[in-house]
């Protein structure tokens, strides 16, 4: 305990020296410049990702692929993570969490289930979610439907 205290007075000390103050202070303002200009995916970008990620979810189950569907179930709670951080501001950000975490936990529960009949419920539950959301957001025309094909040809979803 002495040996933290020891180490935090010595950097608080340090950090009260005059020339540390302003070079201290430039390097913060070049660390806020460069995270200003770094990349940010646009909203729209990130619906996209969950989009792609929704229609691999339903053939993964669709094929009992359990460990694919979870693995796309993860990959939309992440983008669902990645949007509120990155727009907390935004109306959709802030209806995000509260109309999906039960429909994702079901999903999830279905899942760990491997029970087709209810991952097909609530797959369908997540896609009328979906819509829901778009329509209380003011993008009502932005339809999810359960898709037809495949997003990708070149995946087999298949469980191994």
Not at 2 to 9: E, H, L, P
Not at 24 to 38: E, F, G, H, I
Not at 73 to 96: C, F, G, W
Request: proline letters at 4%.
């Amino acid at each position: 305990m002495r040996i933290i205290f020891a180490v935090s007075a010595f950097f608080l000390l340090a950090c009260n020296q005059p020339g540390n103050t302003v070079q201290l202070q430039k390097q913060v303002d070049s660390l806020k410049l460069q995270l200003a200009n770094s990349y940010k995916p646009g909203l729209g970008e990130l619906m996209a990702g969950i989009q792609v990620h929704h229609a691999k979810l339903w053939f993964a189950g669709q094929n009992e692929n359990w460990k694919l569907a979870n693995f796309e179930l993860n990959e939309i709670k992440e983008a669902v993570e990645t949007i509120q951080k990155s727009y907390p501001e935004r109306d959709e950000s802030k209806m995000l969490l509260h109309l999906f975490s039960p429909v994702l936990d079901s999903m999830d529960h279905a899942i760990q289930q491997t029970n087709s009949s209810v991952f097909k419920n609530t797959y369908v539950l997540l896609t009328n979610t979906c819509n829901n959301c778009h329509h209380v957001a003011g993008f009502a025309f932005n339809v999810v439907t359960i898709p037809s094909s495949p997003p990708f040809s070149n995946q087999d979803f298949k469980a191994k």
